[in-house]
């Protein structure tokens, strides 16, 4: 059992040593693992080379591969632009907890590193250890670990290398931005019932204007001039006139209305229309047509309706 512990400790203080120049972000604070980039003996890394990665142990000479210890854990809690420092735990064979922290000095390739801590088993004391180590950063893929110590079972040293897991997960593409949705085509304008005439100030040509577009064979086509040019002229109190009986006439809205007249709130008509009805002339006009009973006035309604 002690030489099983004292090896325990050896492999996971060394695997401390070599971790102190390697560590992962698991708790929100970034924390670099190993250099990358073009690394050799003797240079100088870059202080823009990203240090993020998993690092690990390929083998260990005369001591026990790290692997056999499970569950290691770091925990940085403090780094410098020259300092790493952070506490750690593992579990070894034998049920051996090991726990204790790691401080390594960033300088160029070769990186000094001491460890120290306790490892603890069932019915047995606590026993301590101490290890001292020099990192070596031999290239962007490899970290050489050359260590000695003490435990309270005895001297141990060995020589370590860590290399760059090939099979990380590769960091997740970012989530696209989404596709912005197209603008929605205004809608269409409706059309103007007035064919563009409604701003024409004389009366003549406002009604040839809109008697050109619609250019009326009878009295119902004849109405549909009549009712726009009431329309046009609504500002200024324009109507349509009822007529219930006679010639001429056309039902609309509710009512019956002469098909070539308009009407004003004083009772005023006007003749837009003249010689309306089949074979008629039904060409435009404006005439004053005198008065009427001012109860025959409706005031103007929107032609499409």
């Not at 912005?180 to 100030?201: K, N, R, S, V």
Request: one cysteine or more; a negative charge; proline letters at 10%.
């Amino acid at each position: 059992m002690m030489n099983t512990m004292t090896r325990s400790i050896a492999a996971a203080a060394a695997c401390v040593l070599a971790t102190a120049c390697g560590f992962e972000h698991t708790s929100g604070t970034a924390t670099p693992t190993a250099p990358s980039g073009n690394v050799s003996g003797g240079g100088t890394p870059s202080s823009s080379q990203s240090y993020l990665g998993t690092w690990a142990s390929q083998s260990l000479s005369a001591l026990p591969s790290v692997s056999s210890c499970s569950n290691l854990q770091w925990h940085v809690t403090n780094q410098t632009t020259t300092t790493l420092k952070g506490d750690f735990s593992a579990v070894c064979p034998g049920n051996i907890v090991i726990k204790g922290s790691a401080s390594g000095q960033l300088n160029g390739t070769i990186v000094p590193m001491l460890a120290d801590g306790t490892a603890t088993v069932a019915n047995l004391p606590a026993c301590t250890f101490s290890l001292a180590g020099t990192g070596t950063i031999e290239n962007s893929d490899t970290l050489r670990i050359d260590y000695t110590g003490k435990t309270c079972l005895g001297p141990v040293s060995g020589s370590e290398v860590l290399r760059r897991k090939s099979n990380d997960p590769p960091a997740p593409a970012p989530t696209p931005a989404p596709t912005p949705a197209p603008t929605p085509a205004p809608p269409p304008e409706p059309p103007d019932p007035l064919f563009g005439c409604g701003g024409i100030q004389d009366k003549n040509d406002l009604v040839a204007c809109i008697h050109s577009h619609i250019q009326p064979h009878d009295q119902y086509a004849a109405f549909e001039v009549t009712k726009r040019v009431a329309w046009a002229l609504r500002g200024e109190g324009a109507g349509l006139l009822i007529k219930t009986a006679g010639d001429n006439i056309v039902p609309w809205q509710g009512y019956v209305f002469s098909a070539g007249r308009i009407c004003y709130p004083d009772g005023h008509i006007f003749k837009v229309i003249s010689d309306v009805g089949p074979g008629g002339l039904n060409g435009p006009s404006w005439q004053d047509n005198g008065f009427v009973d001012r109860s025959l006035y409706v005031p103007a309604i929107d032609p499409s309706r």
